[in-house]
């Protein structure tokens, strides 16, 4: 039932597609699902995938440039003149997805490509659709939905749907509007099944129901979505006018990507990369990280040079030089990866930023009791070095707290500036961190090792 | 339309609460979505939210109960009897929900809800699931769904269809089945709707569908309805006999869920916490990773403890410490984040382990080259100590490509023995990576310092 992608059966392909042994390549795919032949394109050259590509033509085709990744989409779509792009292509796609493929291409490619429509209406509504904001609503919508008069009945509602269903794939709600085309409800087909075909539609649909406006953000739209356990969600204008909709599946791929950027950026990763991609992508996606971790080294050698005669004459103080970086580290990382994974989740949150600081003010106070007892222990045991014992606990305590309230801050500045949060998790926050626990260090190490009371 | 928790709604209803004004309370709640109600109980007490859940009772109640998060819901329950868990909320619900709910209870306590539920059938269709592994597609999905003969004709069909659907919320399509129970096909309302009524189903179902067995992993099946853009999956057992199915909002949690696992793996956080919770959980999430943090860096002083003359000695060797230690966790941690990323998008992979090193080999190479050589021109330039500049960039080039290879391949091999690879992106990975960093960089500064052609 599920289809396995193997070496052999990739092999087996490229020597059809050598031989151009249309018929068998043919048949070999009639049978497998787009998302399925999107997978072996990903492995194919890109002369290979041209050939499957328009030798499979129409919907089909369409379907699997739908499923493979945007880079290797606009790489292909560069190849071909407007009007096989618009008549092999768009022609057979819903309006939203229509619209991604056009506003990828170069600007004045998208004009071209939209006079080659001959659709004239799916031609209007691709243009309306990239009107909008593509990460909001508006711009992730499809125009194709069924929609039925409030007066109607249910037996003239469900001729109408017969006629409007052949441009949608699935239905799973039908939407009510009044004369104006103003939403008023839906109505879901297991009732209209249920319900007598003389049945008046304004008597038996939903109000109740939810909706946002086409220029709502495209996360708070996953959110809705996710929280009220939606299939799809139906998008007004502002004078609440029915203007298109929102299906799950789309969702899921925003809240895949929200996840993978953040996850990204926590673990230093610049663009979304695989192993599977060549080694120049996989490269280039980790040296800005390592940059700035480089030049945070930098600055630590900085910072550590000016005190090297205390770290070459204070026995000791060198050694926990690691320890102390590690921990200002890490401590700052979990602090900002919670504060944006709190954001992400999206729940509604009642409490101000002073709360925030003044409850990370204890669990941070609270830590860095641990730690610096630990190791203040440990130093006190094993090493004969009142100095070092002392230089080591204290700076650790500060640079804990520290990096807590520097971690947990950050990321609420930015996103409250609407910049996104989970920068604070990256590279600059870490960097920071290392090199101010580093000066707090030589600063405790300096005071201690100074003072002649030990 | 859409409903925002404040401060001042929190306090309004508290006192409400504290006046037992029932009226009020329930006028406030009508119009509320459960996932609504969920948010508000989250910030009220345990005995703030048990009045409300008694108050609002049957389906209501139930509907809040599966909403809010798995800890709330533990410790609410563990205060009821067992006739009121089974009768006031387990017979509102799902058989996956309730089966949820079972699951959670304590072994005894399973027993006496089951044995209170009145209605047998759902009783048994509970017991059913709580059999299968509960990271299962037999753990995930519903008992309650549509299905038809494949012998029916249309109008039979719809009869049929509106004595099965007042148990199931939503119908998406109908399971054709043959007279043994045996998944043959879907059938769209769409379909039923725009078919003739005399027409015989084995005619018009769509027989080319998706299903998986009851064994099949949560983290393939959320694999499988992203991939192929499903709305529900049927679920089937080994002789192809029809079970449940699992719907799409399942899979959104499941999603969600295995993004948040990754992201507090590689940001260090131990558990599912947010800001809002107190401020024990959010310093027992932490305290793992630090105390791994910890022992890292005393593993760390004390290599650098048998190298502490070389560091009092050659100038300068201190200084680079935090850089070794820094670039090399990046590293570790960026290679083995990329490794788990790709496993989680579950895409199909034809490359051999020996071919994914080989080609990880050639990223760290020239990552190792970039940074060595940057690295060696700075201090070049700024130092007049070709010793330190040799032995900087030497150990830099060597950690960067161990930490890299070691970050690849130990993600890899936890996957084969099917343990998380996502361990690999936390504490050990990183601690181990930083202090192999710091032998390396000793042995290398050893070498170059007791050299004497400089």
Redesign the interface.
């Known amino acids: 039932?599920?289809f396995?992608?193997?070496?052999e059966y990739?092999e087996m392909l490229q020597q059809l597609i050598e031989q151009k042994a249309e018929k068998e390549i043919r048949s070999l795919f009639v049978?497998l699902?787009p998302?399925d032949i999107a997978?072996i394109m990903?492995?194919l050259s890109l002369e290979e995938a041209k050939y499957i590509y328009l030798l499979l033509g129409g919907e089909k085709a369409s379907d699997v440039l739908l499923e493979i990744p945007e880079a290797d989409r606009r790489r292909f779509l560069r190849a071909l003149p407007p009007e096989v792009i618009a008549r092999q292509f768009i022609e057979y796609m819903d309006s939203d997805d229509a619209a991604d493929i056009v506003q990828d291409l170069d600007d004045d490619l998208q004009q071209e490509v939209l006079n080659e429509i001959e659709d004239v209406e799916q031609a209007g509504d691709i243009a309306d659709l990239l009107d909008y904001d593509e990460e909001s609503a508006g711009g992730i919508m499809a125009k194709e939905l069924v929609s039925v008069n409030e007066n109607w009945t249910v037996a003239k509602c469900?001729r109408e749907?017969?006629q409007q269903?052949e441009d949608v794939d699935?239905?799973?709600y039908v939407y009510v509007i009044d004369d104006v085309g103003i939403l008023k409800g839906i109505l879901?087909?297991?009732k209209?099944?249920?319900t007598h075909t003389n049945a008046k539609i304004s008597n038996i649909y939903n109000s109740?129901i939810?909706?946002v406006p086409t220029d709502t953000p495209q996360e708070e739209v996953a959110h809705?979505i996710?929280?009220?356990?939606?299939?799809a969600l139906p998008v007004v204008d502002h004078q609440g006018r029915l203007k298109g909709r929102i299906t799950?599946?789309d969702?899921?791929?925003i809240?895949?990507e929200e996840?993978?950027k953040?996850?990204?950026m926590?673990?230093?990763?610049t663009g979304d990369?695989?192993?599977?991609d060549r080694?120049w992508p996989?490269?280039r996606?980790?040296?800005p990280?390592?940059m700035v971790?480089?030049f945070?080294?930098?600055m630590?050698?900085q910072v550590?040079?000016i005190y090297?005669t205390a770290?070459?004459k204070f026995?000791?103080l060198?050694?926990?030089?690691?320890?102390?970086?590690?921990?200002a580290?890490?401590?700052g990382?979990?602090s900002s990866?919670?504060?944006v994974?709190?954001i992400a989740?999206g729940?509604?949150?009642?409490?101000s930023t002073m709360n925030?600081l003044l409850?990370e003010s204890?669990?941070a106070l609270?830590?860095a009791l641990?730690?610096s007892t630990?190791?203040f222990f440990?130093n006190f045991i094993t090493k004969d070095n009142m100095q070092l014992t002392f230089t080591v606990s204290v700076s650790l305590f500060i640079v804990i707290l520290f990096a807590s309230l520097f971690g947990t801050f950050v990321p609420l500045l930015l996103n409250r500036l609407k910049i996104d949060p989970a920068l604070a998790?990256g590279?600059f926050i870490t960097?920071t961190n290392?090199i101010l626990g580093?000066i707090v260090y030589m600063l405790v190490g300096s005071f201690f090792f100074n003072l002649t009371v030990f």
Do not use: C
């Open positions: 039932m599920h396995e992608l193997t070496k990739v049978d699902h998302a997978e990903d492995v469900l749907i017969s269903a699935e239905i799973y879901s087909l297991k209209l099944i249920l109740d939810k909706s809705i996710d929280k009220y356990d939606l299939v799950v599946d969702v899921i791929d809240i895949r996840a993978e953040d996850y990204q926590v673990s230093g990763i990369v695989e192993m599977t080694v996989l490269t996606a980790r040296i990280w390592l971790g480089l945070g080294g930098i630590g050698a550590l040079g090297e770290l070459t026995q000791g060198a050694l926990f030089i690691p320890l102390i970086a590690a921990m580290g890490n401590v990382v979990q990866s919670i504060v994974q709190t989740a729940g509604k949150d009642i409490q925030k409850k204890s669990v609270i830590t641990v730690f630990l190791i440990y998790t590279p960097t290392d580093l």
